[in-house]
């Protein structure tokens, strides 16, 4: 399966200050998402990280406030705009693998996940 | 619309089993079964498909119920490493393979 990398693992920002958020896959893949899990809960999708394109965006979610680059397979990021304490959580990197060698399913693995904590 | 899991937590001995579910109000593509311990990121266990195909894992395997929208998932002879909590992600035929997870099922193995 790909190797997954976050940078940072861990950060502790500001209020009203922004996060940038890297992932990076050790192979090329067609798929790459990003998501939130807030403390204790389950994991919430905030978009699909399209290559050369804009993300596409779940409700509840803007490119103003969570804007998401992919300039290419291996390589997204994700910045957490104008943060406020609601948005301490740890964000997910995720991406999916194709079916091939005679497996006809895909999977999706995360990355390792970045916790954030806003003061 | 996010899946619905139960239990919501269970807590076993060692060598007991379990049967965690997963419910969906949508006709699905797919189900895929992760755990995730403290601190770490989940950890892929399990897919199912439509039309019968799965993948299991050690100890572990699962059903899909297509016509009910249902999916289990069975850990028998737990082991302390079971311990964790438990997602299903559903993907259904309008989301363009985008999985959606339930709140989680955390299992607890003790000595």
């Known amino acids: 399966s790909a190797v997954i990398s976050q940078k940072p693992s861990r950060d502790i920002c500001q209020r009203g200050t922004s996060l940038t958020i890297q992932c990076q896959v050790d192979?090329?893949?067609?798929?790459m998402f990003w998501y939130r899990q807030q403390p204790g809960q389950s994991l919430t999708l905030i978009a699909t990280a399209n290559q050369g394109s804009e993300a596409t965006y779940e409700s509840g979610f803007v490119i103003d406030k969570f804007p998401i680059s992919r300039p290419n397979l291996t390589f997204s990021t994700l910045t957490v705009s104008n943060m406020s304490p609601e948005d301490s959580s740890i964000y997910l990197c995720?991406?999916?693998?194709?079916?091939?060698?005679?497996?006809?399913?895909?999977?999706?693995?995360f990355g390792p996940g970045t916790r954030l904590t806003v003061l | 619309q996010q899946p619905v899991q139960s239990p919501q937590a269970v807590i076993l001995r060692e060598g007991e089993d379990a049967v965690i579910n997963c419910s969906s109000s949508?006709?699905?593509?797919?189900v895929h079964w992760y755990r995730q311990k403290h601190g770490e990121a989940p950890v892929f266990l399990m897919i199912?498909?439509?039309?019968?195909e799965q993948k299991g894992h050690e100890k572990i395997s699962a059903s899909f119920n297509e016509k009910k929208q249902q999916s289990s998932l069975y850990l028998t002879a737990s082991q302390l490493s079971y311990s964790g909590t438990y997602f299903c992600g559903t993907v259904d035929f309008n989301q363009g393979g985008k999985l959606i997870f339930g709140q989680g099922t955390e299992l607890s193995v003790k000595p």
């Open positions: 949508k006709a699905l593509y797919s």
């Open positions: 192979s090329q893949v067609t798929m």
């Open positions: 995720s991406v999916e693998e194709l079916g091939g060698g005679g497996r006809s399913y895909n999977e999706q693995f």
């Open positions: 199912l498909l439509k039309g019968g």
